[in-house]
């Protein structure tokens, strides 16, 4: 109801969560000021795919007219989709008033399907614009009151999780450093498993990572896959060492004791608990532990 696109007021708030989610808007900041050419529809040339892109970059706290990179998100199409942010956006503008070139405008109380205007000849005000969020919170009666600022957070939170760098977020968000990002950098219950998963796969030796530049360059000098020490120790036979003890000649590589000759697991200082010691190449008997 609330953001059905069937009705003038459903579909102003269906456009305007769609803005503020895909380009990553600022509060209220600018959303006034906001024109009937302020986005524009643009098709991809490789793909085919409809989106809205700013033909128009704003300016921002964090983005002035004197910065030289482009900052804007893009807003492409879901084909089939009944929640397709396109045909919204394109819906929307169609039923705008002719006569009024602000993109917000205020919704009729009475209508018809087929009425060519959906909106009066009256933008939305300012103060309006900054309680959209904490309004349709109460209207729709979600467990919180949410701010416009939640769904910028929540923007920046997705592309975060989907692992795209700091340079690629600024460029939506606008945001000047990575530290100012680190706020939406949240990591769930999720994503501390698969951590945890990493760790269980590296103590019961199952490889989880590809080889080091290291291993591989010296793979690429011999021609041919690079035996470590490790390796060698890791193998009971070897081909040319028939009868040979492997394990007893590699034994001494097999402590943990500090030494000036081994540096498999030497201690050079002591662990505090922003320097604590590293395992690296140590292998632990269950009978010692």
């Known amino acids: 109801m609330y953001l059905s696109q069937s009705t003038p007021s459903g579909l102003f708030n269906k456009v305007q969560f769609d803005i503020r989610m895909y380009f990553c808007t600022r509060g209220a900041e600018n959303m006034h000021m906001m024109s009937k050419t302020t986005f524009s529809l643009k098709t991809d040339p490789e793909s085919g795919l409809q989106y809205i892109t700013k033909s128009a970059d704003e ?13 804007t998100g893009s807003m492409p199409e879901i084909p089939d989709s009944p929640y397709c ?23 009729k109380d009475t209508f018809c399907e087929d009425d060519d205007t959906w909106y009066c000849n009256v933008p939305v005000g300012e103060k309006k614009l900054k309680s959209f969020l904490p309004d349709l919170s109460v209207a729709c009666k979600l467990t919180q ?38 706020i939406y950098q949240k990591v769930n ?9 990493a760790i269980s796969q590296s103590l019961t030796l199952q490889p989880s990572l590809p080889p080091s530049p290291k291993r591989q360059a010296l793979e690429y000098q011999y021609g041919h896959e690079y035996t470590s020490s490790t390796d060698i120790a890791n193998k009971s036979t070897m081909p040319g060492l028939e009868g040979v003890d492997v394990e007893k000649l590699f034994s001494d590589f097999d ?32 009978s010692r532990i």
């Open 255 to 286: 402590s943990c004791e500090a030494s000036t000759s081994v540096r498999t697991c030497t201690a050079y200082a002591m662990p505090t608990s922003s320097n604590p010691y590293v395992f690296n190449n140590c292998s632990v008997q269950s």
């Open 85 to 107: 942010p396109v045909t919204s956006f394109l819906k929307y503008s169609q039923k705008l008033h002719p006569a009024c070139d602000r993109l917000w405008q205020r919704p």
């Open 189 to 197: 219950d999720k994503e501390k498993l698969q951590m945890g998963q």
């Open 59 to 71: 300016l921002t706290k964090n983005h002035r007219g004197n910065d030289k990179e482009n900052t």
């Open 145 to 182: 009151r949410y701010t416009n600022h939640s769904i910028r957070a929540t923007c920046a939170t997705i592309l975060s999780r989907g692992k795209y760098n700091y340079a690629q977020i600024k460029a939506v968000t606008g945001h000047k450093s990575a530290q100012s990002l680190s």
